[in-house]
């Protein structure tokens, strides 16, 4: 293992289930800790209820556990969310799996006309809001994401809210994948 930006570990290989539950809480943290953005609590909660069946269990588990959370919480594991090409892209300050996210989404290489478009976009998304727009760059690219940023300031709150977070849980299960192995295919 080899420890990454912010004090996580990545480990070279992707661990089997079995592995997962094997591991004390201070090693499960340190790994599984930004899989929601920058909310290691999440992790540090969870490990109370392995043994995980499978990658798919412990995928539920987070996601139980923010459902349960009251609507400031959810509020806040979305304020805990970076900018999207925000300048922070460029300044190396964000955790190591966002910015390989949106790097795969081609939002380190946009247009000045492009980046000033998705900026003035973020502003007005908070100011309405209160909290960052979120989307899993991961499934969506840069033409998509901007698209998408725009139509989604028209929403009410309560739907936006809801939305953030499960752009979360879809960015979730894309990190849990790459560090555990998925359930073999014959086993669903
Ligand atoms: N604001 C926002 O959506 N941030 C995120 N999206 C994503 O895929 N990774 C992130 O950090």
């Known amino acids: 293992m080899s420890v990454g930006v912010q ?3 990545h480990p070279h290989t992707t661990m089997d289930i079995s592995a997962v539950n094997a591991l004390p809480y201070e090693d499960f943290v340190n790994i599984f800790g930004n899989v929601v953005e920058k909310c290691p609590i999440i992790t540090a909660a969870v490990w109370s209820m392995r043994p995980f069946a499978s990658l798919s269990a412990l995928e539920a588990a987070i996601s139980e556990f923010i459902d ?5 919480g959810k509020e806040g594991i979305l304020r805990c969310h970076p900018d999207l090409a925000s300048r922070d892209l ?6 190591r799996e ?3 996210e949106q790097a795969r989404a ?3 290489a946009l247009s000045s006309a492009e980046a000033s ?9 908070k100011e309405r809001f209160k909290f960052p727009f979120v989307i899993c760059a991961r499934m969506n690219d840069k033409a998509n994401i901007l698209r998408q940023l725009s139509e989604r300031c028209g929403n009410e709150r309560a739907a936006e809210r ?3 977070i499960e752009e979360v ?20």
């Open 7 to 9: 004090g996580l570990y």
């Open 68 to 72: 349960a959370l009251p609507e400031s």
């Open 90 to 95: 460029h300044g190396g300050t964000l955790t």
């Open 106 to 108: 081609g939002l380190d």
């Open 117 to 125: 478009r998705m900026a003035q976009l973020n502003v007005e998304y």
């Open 98 to 100: 966002s910015r390989e």
């Open 169 to 188: 849980k879809k960015i979730c299960r894309l990190r849990l994948q790459g560090l555990v192995l998925t359930d073999a295919p014959n086993k669903l």
């Open 162 to 164: 809801a939305r953030g």
